[in-house]
């Protein structure tokens, strides 16, 4: 299984928040029950990645997706793209999750804020930190902006060696012990 495919495994078993093997309509309850009476925007644009995955790789159109619908739908369909054009929902995912990042509301995230951004949502390590954020920032400039996480975010689905993941894996926690009685 190449990177890119691993990556999307990963991926697909944070959004089955209820474990049961499949990305439902199940998993779009259990995040709103879990966001409180105000879903964040994460939370808001989580459901709307999961609705658009159910959406568009429900092959069989039994409302749910399977491990091997999503590896398909993701092979078939975002190969073809470029980061200008992933999916709706993928872009609009990213811009939240920049935008978390972006806490002083400058257009540019700098290593501090994605680190901090990291540590409140992953367990990633220092080195992880600093070779993650070398590899988002394309121009090498000390920050980030929105298009080097939509690049970054095409990668993610397509490169099949390694890419940057936990800063959009880290936006989507596994369920815990704890989601698994909520």
């Known amino acids: 299984m190449g990177a890119e495919k691993m990556r999307v495994v990963d991926l697909f078993e944070r959004l089955d928040k ?3 093997g499949f990305i ?13 009476s105000q879903p964040t925007p994460l939370a808001l644009m989580t459901m709307r990645l999961v609705q658009g995955f159910i959406q568009h790789s ?3 159109k039994d409302r749910k997706v399977s491990k091997d619908e999503m590896l398909t739908y993701v092979d078939k369909t975002m190969a073809d793209t470029t ?3 992933l999916p709706d929902y993928v872009r609009g995912f990213v811009s939240t999750v920049f935008a978390l990042m ?17 540590k409140a949502h992953d367990d990633a390590h220092a080195e992880v930190v600093s070779y993650e ?20 975010a095409h990668a993610f689905f397509t490169a099949p060696d390694r890419a940057p993941q936990h800063w ?15």
């Open 133 to 152: 954020f070398e590899q988002l920032d394309r121009d090498h400039d000390g920050f980030l902006t929105p298009d080097d996480l939509q690049a970054a």
């Open 24 to 36: 439902s309509p199940d998993d779009l309850a259990f995040l709103a029950r879990s966001s409180g």
């Open 83 to 85: 980061p200008e054009t």
């Open 168 to 182: 959009l894996l880290a936006a989507v926690p596994y369920r815990t012990a704890q989601d698994a009685t909520a």
């Open 58 to 60: 429900d092959a069989n």
């Open 102 to 118: 972006d806490t002083d509301k400058s257009g540019k995230v700098n290593r501090a804020a994605f680190e901090e951004y990291l």
């Open 18 to 20: 209820n474990g049961s």
